[in-house]
């Protein structure tokens, strides 16, 4: 729902960075983004098309890693990628958890000319 | 050539949100970012917190896609409030408050309660520069929602159950509730309340008042 915030931004960064290697072009970005951010990869691939129009990154491609929810039990200490929902320990069956992957939302690198 | 970056696309976000912080915390003023979905009572609560936290000195930052309405409502009961129509957009961020922020009397104010767009999904990724993030829930909403938004019931400090007047005509289990809140989120406190009964909101404004006390300390 809100792509379009946060594909400006990440577009931003990606400007600053080609402009600082003194690169002629940029091919593509590589992204991480968490499932739990609700950010939609499409999208932000629409919005990267509409904003890199007439720029030096015209036409680049994301390359999205979405990251799933990611938790680790507080009763056996089992950290696990958490299914579809399914907020519950594999090995134990507890659901005392502590979230710690899944937010990610990030550039990881770009590929210039 | 590939170049190695790592940089967080929300940074540009939270720079600004640091900035509004160190306003708001000069001001001293204890900023609290209420986050629901729509229906769940954002207004009603926030017209209950303020009676609650006296004489406590309340400022409102209203956030809605369009139209007035929660602004005058709370007008109405005499505190300063700066409406914000984001237009659209589904979420505040830390632009629109720093925009805001100047057309609030700052070192008249304890406390700036903003009301987030409502909206379970985009408002938990943006940084405003508040002291607490607060999330509404209400007993129609039904007691699965932790599980079906983890990254809204994880990214908060408290939880409001409102609406527990209708727990007797809904299908909604407090027990459920909280134990899948405490499950992916356990410090986050929960606080059952009623705003049109006015039940647990006593509980509610004690707490949040000790909290805005330790903070100033």
Redesign the interface.
């Known amino acids: 729902m809100h792509e379009l915030a946060i594909t400006q931004s990440l577009f931003e960064i990606v400007l600053e960075h080609a402009r600082q290697a003194k690169a002629k072009k940029v091919k593509s970005v590589n992204l991480v983004i968490g499932e739990m951010t609700g950010v939609v990869g499409d999208s932000v691939q629409f919005y990267l098309g509409i904003l890199s129009k007439d720029t030096m990154a015209a036409g680049l491609k994301a390359n999205i890693r979405m990251a799933p929810p990611q938790a680790t039990c507080r009763a056996c200490g089992k950290t696990f990628i958490v299914p579809e929902m399914a907020w519950r320990c594999p090995d134990c069956g507890s659901t005392e958890l502590e979230v710690n992957g899944g937010k990610e939302l990030f550039v990881e690198s770009i590929e210039v000319e | ?13 939270d720079q600004v949100a640091g900035k509004n912080r160190e306003l708001l915390e000069k001001n001293k003023v204890f900023t609290i970012n209420i986050m629901a979905s729509p229906g769940a009572g954002k207004t009603s609560t926030v017209l209950q917190t303020i009676k609650a936290l006296k004489p406590l000195r309340v400022g409102v930052i209203e956030g809605d896609i369009s139209s007035t309405i929660d602004a005058e409502t709370v007008a109405k009961v005499g505190v300063p409030v700066v409406q914000i129509n984001t237009g659209g ?3 505040l ?1 830390a632009n629109m408050i720093q925009n805001a922020l100047g057309n609030l009397p700052l070192d008249e104010m304890d406390v700036l309660m903003i009301e987030n767009v409502g ?1 379970l ?2 408002p ?3 940084k405003l520069g508040e002291s607490l993030k607060a999330l509404i829930a209400s007993v129609p909403e039904g007691d699965d929602k932790p ?2 938004y ?2 809204m019931f ?2 908060v400090d408290v939880i409001i159950l409102n609406k527990i007047d209708l727990l007797p005509y809904v299908k909604f289990s407090v027990e459920a509730f909280t ?2 809140v ?5 410090k986050a406190q929960i606080f059952p309340i009623s705003c049109t009964t006015g039940e647990g909101v006593e509980a509610w404004g004690k707490w949040l008042k000790k909290r805005i006390k330790d903070t100033g300390k």
């Open positions: 050539m590939e170049i190695k970056i790592l940089k967080n696309i929300m940074g540009v976000n957009e589904c979420h961020d909206n999904v985009c938990a990724d943006f599980y079906k983890p990254g994880t990214a134990q899948a405490k499950g992916i989120n356990s």
